[in-house]
């Protein structure tokens, strides 16, 4: 007795569901991922050479000192202008934080005053304590760097102080730092 035997078909994997639902899978995936900023800042170390290139008056040092307390501002250097102290915790949850904006409107004024004297002043030295946090030095150098203003009905960025450098604040005087 003979038995016939059948030839066995190859068979084709059906993937037709499965590229549907990549196609619709894959955007909205993408839709919803969040992509990382990253932000490239370029910072100075302070010249120690002592160059005499520019007139006295451009020579003067803006120096920006963050401390945990409050944040100090000298122009220029060693002439205290203004400082402006932490805004102390409230009711509704908010942590104590350095206030900006304060600082943002003495920078306005500097250099507005700067401005009055035709000098195109773009540098600041920005000094900080050892316990100031990250975000605190990010945000100063944002207030450093521009600043919010209204011209003619619309909101635009001005340019204050772009080339930052950085380093350790001095100690306070009469104690600790």
């Given at each position: 007795m003979f038995v016939k035997r059948r030839e066995l078909e190859e068979s084709d994997i059906d993937i037709t569901a499965f590229m549907n639902l990549m196609i619709v899978l894959v955007p909205v995936l993408l839709m919803t991922m969040v992509?990382?900023?990253?932000?490239?800042?370029e910072l100075n170390l302070p010249d120690l050479t002592g160059s005499q290139t520019a007139s006295a008056e451009e020579n003067r040092q803006l120096e920006v000192v963050v401390r945990e307390s409050a944040i100090e501002v000298y122009y220029p250097s060693g002439n205290l202008v203004k400082t402006i102290d932490k805004v102390e915790a409230t009711d509704d949850g908010k942590e104590a934080h350095h206030d900006f904006r304060a600082l943002s409107d003495v920078l306005q004024e500097i250099k507005r005053r700067l401005?009055?004297?035709n000098i195109a002043k773009k540098d600041a030295l920005l000094l900080s304590e050892p316990g100031v946090t990250y975000q605190s030095l990010v945000s100063t150098m944002d207030t450093l760097r521009s600043a919010k203003t209204v011209v003619v009905a619309e909101a635009v960025d001005v340019e204050l102080f772009p080339d930052i450098s950085l380093g350790d604040a001095p100690t306070k005087k009469g104690g600790k730092s």
């Open positions: 992509f990382n900023h990253i932000s490239i800042l401005a009055a004297k």
